[in-house]
Nanobody, 123 residues
Framework: QVQLVDSGGGLVQAGGSLRVSCAAS????????MGWFRQARGKEREFVAA????????YYRDSVKGRFTISRDNAKNMVYLQMNSLKPEDTAVYYC????????????????WGQGTQVTVSS
């Protein structure tokens, strides 16, 4: 069992930076692949980034490559998403999620979800 709490969202101007965090509870946190998803108003929830349990391999959707960085600290049960060069189209609720399944791009494969944190990028 894993419980996730998202935090760190806010309002930022285009071109700015923001870091969202996910605090996890559960003794088996380190065995999960952790992902970040986002959902803009009126749109489907979409994959943003994921990181394997070891922290050595990360994956990103094309539109955030080079701007976003996912990281994790298994000792602290934390996952982070550093977002740089933010654009208005990055505006969404960002969700942390955990999965043991290999298809980590698919939101249906995730077993646990955070409550989400709002990120708003003004133009």
């Amino acid at each position: 069992q894993v419980q996730l709490v998202d935090s760190g969202g806010g309002l930022v101007q285009a071109g700015g930076s923001l870091r969202v965090s996910c605090a996890a509870s559960g003794r088996t946190f380190s065995s999960y692949t952790m992902g970040w998803f986002r959902q803009a108003r009126g749109k489907e929830r979409e994959f943003v980034a994921a990181i394997r349990w070891s922290g050595g391999t990360a994956y990103y959707r094309d539109s955030v490559k080079g701007r976003f960085t996912i990281s994790r600290d298994n000792a602290k049960n934390m996952v982070y998403l550093q977002m740089n060069s933010l654009k208005p189209e990055d505006t969404a609720v960002y969700y942390c999620a955990a999965t043991t399944n290999p298809r980590f791009v698919d939101k249906r494969e995730y077993e646990y979800w955070g409550q989400g944190t709002q990120v708003t990028v003004s133009s």
